[in-house]
Each structure stands twice: as structure tokens, then as C-alpha cells.
């Protein structure tokens, strides 16, 4: 299966700062990636899909502003989480999805914003 | 309305005791995957299963797919404290460029020694 990457994976900012996440597809080239969101004992909430090269995809309730994506290659995917506040606190996992149909899931990005 | 049912949502047993989750659907899915996911860390992937009545094992685990393709299985056998952690279905749905993977809502299972 495709193995992803996430940096970092941990990060604490204070609240009104913005704060990148970068997924990586290390061994398949992803033109579709999809990042969720998920808060504990909880399961996945799909947030966006990410497209390489065009605009991505969010699901309803999702503000496109607050959570920017971009796809520049085919192997990396970034979420930007603008102003941050206490309440974006969250779990944040990006995935690939290979030619069958299977997702395969980076290790998560934990962001705790103060 | 939860596309994707998934039971039970919290499971506590002893070492040594079988257990069974359950994915149920009134959608047909074109296939359907189950993760286990540990805190702190993303899902991993344990197996997809394709056809209708498919079964597959994996050491102490197997998995099954409804003969219509809307509801899923994983029976454990024997379970160990290794086994604990969130287990996930997630049904896939594809036409042409419309492709949808919708998760289940868990099950955290704990395996107490």
C-alpha cells in the first residue's frame, strides 16, 4: 500500500496564528488526496478533498477559508488552518487513495491551539 | 442519518474471548475496508474486501462481505491486549469521477488481560 507522511506531527500554536500541515505521498503519485478531521474516541469527519493542481473540494459546514489546501504536486498536499482558535483543536489526518479504491492514512497531525 | 452503522461502539472483554463488529448499510458499496487505528496514530489499513460473500482472515481476525455487498464483518478469535484500539469499516461508493468513502462510526474495543 502508499505510504504518507505527515509534518508535524504535533503542534501548538497560540490562538489567531495560522499553522501548516504537509501530507506526502512517499511512494505513489496521488492527484487526489483527502484530509479529515477527527476528535477523540471519535471517527474520521472528511473536511476536503484535495485535487492536484486545481481548486479543493469541502464538504458542507467546512469554511474554505479557514482551512486552505493546496495541492502543488502529485506528492504533496498542505492544510493551512487560518486563525486559529481554541476550538480548531483537533486530530488531523490526510490520506491517499490508490487505483482500487483503498485509502491509505498518514500517522495524523495532533494541533492544540492555546 | 448515518449512512454506515457501525456495532457495537464500545466493547470491553477479557483476554482470551471472541468478539464480532458489525457494519450494516442499506447502500451497496463497491468495496468495503476495515482499519484499526491506536491513539495518537492515523487508521492503518488491515484489509478490502471486493466481492459479495468474500471472506478473508488474518491470523486471529477474519472478515466478511455480504453476499449484497451492504454489510461487513470482523470476528476476532481469541482476542490478546494487542487487538485493543478503534476499529473502523468504511464503505467505498464510485461512479466515474464520483468516488465516496464513508466511515462507520467505530467500535473501541479494550482487551483487558
Known amino acids: 500500500g502508499a505510504v504518507v507522511s505527515q509534518h508535524p506531527s504535533r503542534v501548538i500554536c497560540k490562538s489567531g496564528t495560522s499553522v501548516k500541515i504537509e501530507c506526502r505521498s512517499l511512494d505513489f503519485q496521488a492527484t487526489t488526496m483527502f484530509w479529515y478531521r477527527q476528535f477523540p474516541k471519535q471517527s474520521l469527519m472528511l473536511m476536503a478533498t484535495?485535487?492536484?493542481?486545481?481548486?479543493?473540494?469541502?464538504e458542507q459546514g467546512v469554511e474554505k477559508d479557514k482551512f486552505l489546501i493546496n495541492h502543488a504536486s502529485l506528492t504533496l498536499s498542505t492544510l493551512t488552518v487560518t486563525s486559529a482558535h481554541p476550538e480548531d483543536s483537533s486530530f488531523y489526518i490526510c490520506s491517499v487513495r490508490d487505483s482500487q479504491e483503498t485509502q491509505y492514512f498518514g500517522p495524523g497531525t495532533r494541533l492544540l491551539v492555546l | 442519518t448515518q449512512l454506515l452503522e457501525q456495532s457495537p461502539q464500545f466493547l470491553s472483554i477479557q483476554e482470551g474471548e471472541n468478539l464480532t463488529v458489525y457494519c450494516n448499510s442499506s447502500s451497496v458499496f463497491s468495496s468495503l475496508q476495515w482499519y484499526r487505528q491506536e491513539p495518537g496514530e492515523g487508521p492503518v489499513l488491515l484489509v478490502t474486501?471486493?466481492?459479495?460473500?468474500e471472506v478473508k482472515k488474518l491470523k486471529r481476525l477474519t472478515f466478511q462481505f455480504g453476499d449484497a455487498r451492504k454489510d461487513s464483518s470482523l470476528h476476532i478469535t481469541a482476542a490478546q491486549p494487542g487487538d485493543t484500539g478503534l476499529y473502523l469499516c468504511?464503505?467505498?461508493?464510485?461512479?466515474?469521477?464520483?468516488?465516496?468513502?464513508?466511515f462507520g462510526k467505530g467500535t473501541l474495543l479494550t482487551v483487558n488481560p
Open positions: 484535495s485535487n492536484e493542481g486545481s481548486k479543493a473540494t469541502y
Open positions: 468504511a464503505g467505498a461508493q464510485s461512479g466515474g469521477s464520483n468516488y465516496k468513502l464513508t
Open positions: 474486501v471486493v466481492t459479495g460473500g
